[in-house]
């Protein structure tokens, strides 16, 4: 069985300071994760993906994400905040069995920009 | 560009009536995905397809079922709704799964159900 636990379920940081959402992972196969992002009304939009090759995952919009086996960690960083980063971000794994890629979900991360 | 459509951004309808939530993508996907998202619980699957007239249970498919007659429509029903039932449901597509690989899924925008 997989899960995938986001530590924190909102995060408030100044625009142009860093960002940091913190995600940890269970899963008994090698994994395959996601960092998704929703903006407000909006359906998800995949940030960034590893899949065993670099540990260092470079999204879109600047962020990227470090995978850390011994622990079992997938935080998602960005160096910057800007007032368009804030929406809810949600940490993704895979279940690489059978036909079809089921992805377990976080609870989700909601995070606020503030001036 | 990819993309997954969704027929209604917003239904209302009352208890114990039969509700059809439609999904079409343009990619030629084989997988298609209904999920749910509720506050503070992420989104939970429904329903998947990985072909035409094929399809197994997510986490919750309690009072749902699914229909997939064409390879780009994915049709979510709620046979008798219930207001346990309102929800955000989001509809995804994928490539066919590879051994070794994962295919990301791309979204639809959601359909925001309120059961009354």
């Known amino acids: 069985a997989q899960s995938v636990t986001q530590l924190d379920s909102h995060v408030s940081v100044s625009e142009g300071t860093p960002v940091l959402l913190r995600c940890n992972y269970s899963?008994?196969?090698?994994?395959?994760l996601f960092w998704y992002v929703q903006h407000p009304n909006k359906g998800l939009q995949l940030l960034l993906k590893y899949t065993s090759a670099a540990t260092l995952v470079k999204g879109i919009n600047g962020f990227e994400a470090e995978f850390k086996k011994s622990e079992t960690s997938f935080h998602l960083t960005k160096p910057s905040a800007h007032m368009s980063d804030a929406a809810e971000y949600f940490c993704?794994?895979?279940?690489?069995?059978?036909?079809?890629?089921?992805?377990?979900f976080g609870t989700g991360t909601r995070l606020q920009v503030t001036l | 560009d990819v993309k997954v459509t969704q027929s209604s951004r917003y239904l209302v309808k009352r208890t114990g009536e039969k509700v059809f939530l439609e999904c079409v993508q343009d990619?030629?996907?084989?997988?298609m995905f209904w999920y749910r998202q509720d506050p503070g619980l992420g989104l939970r699957l429904i329903y998947f397809s990985y072909d035409v007239k094929m399809k197994e249970k997510g986490d919750i498919p309690e009072g749902y079922s699914v229909s997939r007659e064409k390879k780009e429509r994915f049709s979510l029903i709620l046979e008798s709704a219930s207001t346990n039932q309102t929800s955000m449901y989001l509809c995804?597509?994928?490539?066919?799964?590879?051994?070794?690989?994962?295919?990301?899924?791309?979204f639809g925008p959601g359909t925001r159900l309120t059961v009354t």
């Open positions: 899963s008994s196969y090698s994994p395959s």
């Open positions: 993704v794994v895979s279940d690489q069995t059978g036909t079809a890629s089921k992805l377990t």
């Open positions: 990619m030629d996907h084989e997988n």
């Open positions: 995804a597509s994928s490539l066919f799964h590879l051994w070794g690989d994962s295919y990301e899924q791309y």
